[in-house]
């Protein structure tokens, strides 16, 4: 099915980006997994086999996305289709508190949050995603591509105490758009998906305590889900091979699909 589709995914020593190099490698893509940790990429390339390639890339150096690149087109031919997975919140850009309140003395308020921090969030998820698509979109300028970015709920509503990711998802989301309408004359299509809760490795300390029981931030998340559950990450993969395949999704650019368990429709009432 996907036998003549080079893949690039960012981020993919995570679990999220590397099931979804496992599926599309699968379907016969080949597949290169992308990641600033490469021992994390290289396992599951390794778990995937010959048509999987492990590039340690740094997303936020030009030149390190660049040689990547190289390395892809050596091993494999032209990226068409790309996945911009790199992303991540930091706790320099959270605050302790939901809302404000008048006394928050030993509490990291709206007002400690560290600038570095906000630039690290927008950088991880803003800057990396356009300086990997200014690099790898060269190669499906001519012969077109698929590029999906992974956007978040927060892009829809954001989330409290995590202001800096929130704002950097909206804008994936926006960037999506721009993206589809800007290379729509060169047959790249360009859609993200946004995925609700599903529990990684970033957020499971947030989503459980160490005796494994749920934490408050949890109970609100599934008052607030329609469903009453976290997404399984073979959740995604329906949608993620629907905007994979060019028969299927050929007309569908610059969407944004939330895969939440209903959480972007709820109001509360």
Not at 100 to 117: A, H, N, R, V, W
Not at 121 to 127: A, G, K, L, R, Y
Not at 173 to 186: D, M
Not at 210 to 223: F, Q, V
Request: hydrophobic letters at 45%; proline letters at 3%.
């Amino acid at each position: 099915m996907l036998s003549n589709k080079v893949v690039a995914i960012t981020g993919a020593g995570g679990v999220i980006c590397s099931a979804f190099a496992k599926e599309l490698a699968k379907h016969g893509a080949k597949v290169a997994l992308l990641d600033i940790n490469y021992d994390a990429a290289k396992a599951f390339a390794d778990e995937i086999g010959e048509n999987a390639l492990a590039v340690k890339c740094n997303c936020l150096d030009k030149q390190s996305i660049i040689d990547a690149k190289k390395e892809i087109n050596d091993k494999f031919g032209k990226v068409n289709f790309l996945i911009n997975g790199a992303g991540g919140n930091n706790p320099r850009a959270s605050t302790d508190n939901e809302t404000m309140s008048p006394d928050t003395e030993g509490i990291k308020d709206f007002f400690k949050l560290e600038e570095s921090g906000l630039k690290f969030v927008f950088d991880i998820n803003i800057t990396s995603a356009f300086l990997v698509t200014q690099v790898f979109a060269e190669d499906m300028v001519k012969t077109g591509g698929n590029i999906i970015n992974i956007s978040s709920m927060n892009a829809y509503r954001p989330l409290t105490k995590i202001p800096a990711y929130s704002a950097a998802k909206a804008g994936i989301s926006n960037f999506t758009q721009w993206l589809a309408v800007h290379f729509a004359p060169c047959n790249i299509r360009c859609n993200a998906i946004a995925p609700g809760f599903f529990v990684t490795n970033q957020n499971r300390s947030l989503l459980f305590n160490e005796d494994g029981t749920p934490t408050a931030r949890t109970g609100k998340i599934l008052a607030a889900t329609p469903m009453k559950k976290f997404g399984e990450i073979s959740d995604l993969l329906g949608t993620l091979m629907w905007l994979a395949d060019d028969n299927a999704s050929g007309f569908v650019t610059g969407t944004v699909i939330p895969v939440d368990g209903g959480f972007s429709a709820y109001s509360g009432v």
